[in-house]
């Protein structure tokens, strides 16, 4: 780990103006006071200061915003309008965030303390991720059937926007969770309540007025700041017809619960354990940057990380001591200091967490290679947890079956190719999965083998617009990205027409 005095890069001025205004609740485009008046500080963790003040939304405000959604849904103003207008909306707002790339990327790093060179990734991202959902606005279209009954029929299908959707999204990658859960549903007609995590706000908002400066109609989407109540008031809602949620997967059994009074739909992103399969024969000099980057990453809090490695065992101990060696060299700093490449943990319950599991790991037995808390320098403050790595882990150690969402990779060993099948699907998640192998039909074998809505070979926690992610087991269900996330924003009406 290298000791760093590198200075912070200056705050842009747009965002020193956006972090000393007061955010409002954003409601159908009206910035306004939480009916309650109360705030809440989001908190830059790697300083633990507060850096902005924001309206904290209760349960009447989401009535407000429901009724608002639903008066602009049924208006069609929206939802009825042609379909390149939505797509000229998309892309102007992808030709405005594309000359905001720095700002969407600084206020993340501010804000969940991600280091620069990943949040400029991920406002890249937002630009490509608009460009690519604005044209799916002018293709969904339905079919028509050749149908068999007696008479002259023409069945033809439509596919038509499900009406109000609620999107609640957590805190550890706030630009790529906004851009998910808004840019599909915007294309399918839908009118949207923007849901942020309260520990990381301001990305999410700055997207939503941007979309608006974009030219969306006013009463399309709305962004709501607040706790947990906002997000469960929105899930009873019996006005939303479609709720998107992000998050754990003790909190996403009980969206589904709330939404069972009107039947809602309902898609969930939810937790992973993700194994990183790694043979004999792998390349070690792709594998280990691979699979470091998929783990240390945001600081390991990536819902797909490849939080579990197992390696066989003719290449066990050069693996663990290469990846020592690889994170050796690795700046940990805060987010907003270019050359830093390991950020800190999103806040102090967060720490919290993941000091207990590097506990919990050492008295269950495994192995400590690297890793610790606490920062480069001592007298630094801020959330910090060092890459950490567990070596002979066994699945029976709480490490190798829960989800920590920090820096911390758990190491197994294996001799057969049935073997590591056993271990690679013995947890209740199935998000991602990588294999990490030079010969090709092992590969696909593992991968058809592995019970993972993703698996990568050779590499992992590449996404991108085109392909669908999401997870099997009770990783959750419904998909995000490519043309499949559009089912969950869309209903399709069969229409009959007898022309005798």
């Known amino acids: 780990m290298t000791d760093t005095q590198v200075p912070l890069t200056p705050v842009l001025p747009e965002v020193r103006a956006l972090l000393d205004r007061n955010l409002e609740l954003l409601i159908g485009g009206i910035s306004q006071p939480s009916s309650s008046g109360e705030t809440f500080e989001t908190i830059d963790p790697s300083t633990e200061q507060a850096v902005a003040t924001v309206a904290r939304g209760t349960v009447e405000d989401v009535n407000h915003a429901v009724a608002v959604a639903r008066a602009n849904f049924e208006s069609g103003v929206w939802s009825r309008a042609k379909p390149n207008f939505r797509e000229r ?50 293709k969904l279209h339905g079919m028509t059937i050749p149908v068999s009954v007696p008479g002259q029929w023409l069945n033809y299908t439509r596919r038509e926007p499900i009406g109000v959707v609620a999107a609640v999204i957590p805190w550890n990658t706030p630009i ?5 859960k808004l840019a599909a549903p915007l294309a399918a007609g839908c009118s949207v309540i923007l849901k942020p995590a309260e520990l990381t706000p301001l990305s999410a908002h700055a997207m939503v007025e941007l979309l608006y400066e974009a030219g969306l109609p006013d009463g399309t989407l709305t962004v709501l700041h607040g706790y947990g109540d906002v997000g469960a008031a929105l899930a009873e809602h019996p006005d939303v017809d479609k709720i998107a949620f992000t998050g754990s997967t003790e909190v996403g059994r ?31 000099s792709k594998a280990i940057p691979g699979i470091f980057n998929g783990i240390y990453f945001n600081a390991g809090q990536i819902c797909c990380s490849s939080s579990r490695v197992i390696v066989q065992s003719g290449i066990y101990e050069e693996f663990l001591a290469k990846m020592a060696e690889y994170a050796g060299g690795l ?57 950490t790595l567990f070596a002979d882990v066994t699945p029976d150690m709480r490490i190798f079956q829960e989800e920590i969402f920090g820096p911390v990779l758990a190491a197994s060993r294996f001799e057969t190719e049935e073997e590591v099948l056993t271990l ?77």
């Open 424 to 500: 690679a699907n013995a947890t209740i998640y199935g998000l991602g999965a990588s294999v990490w192998t030079e010969n090709i039909g092992r590969a696909l074998r593992t991968a058809d083998g592995i019970k993972s809505g993703t698996v990568w070979i050779n590499g992992h926690s590449q996404v991108d617009a085109a392909s669908p992610f999401g997870g099997f087991k009770q990783s959750g269900y419904g998909k995000e990205l490519g043309f499949e996330v559009l089912q969950n924003y869309l209903g399709t009406k069969s229409v009959w027409v007898n022309y005798l």
């Open 254 to 284: 009980s969206i589904v619960r709330a939404s069972a009074g009107n039947l809602k739909r309902v898609s969930l992103e939810l937790g992973g354990k993700s194994p990183a399969v790694v043979y004999n024969d792998a390349d070690l």
């Open 176 to 180: 790529a969770n906004a851009m998910w």
């Open 89 to 138: 909306v998309l892309l102007r707002f992808a030709d405005l965030a594309e000359q905001r790339q720095e700002f969407f990327a600084q206020l993340d790093s501010i804000d969940a303390g991600s280091p620069l060179a990943d949040t400029r990734a991920a406002a890249a991202g937002l630009v490509d991720h608009f460009r690519y959902f604005a044209g799916w606005a002018t």
């Open 331 to 387: 700046e940990m700093g805060p987010g907003m200091t270019e050359t830093s490449r390991l950020g800190p943990v999103v806040s102090q319950g967060q720490y919290s967490r993941v000091s207990g599991y590097l506990k919990i790991g050492e008295s269950e037995g495994a192995r400590s290679v690297i890793g610790g808390t606490g920062a480069v320098n001592d007298n630094e403050r801020g959330y910090f947890v060092r890459p």
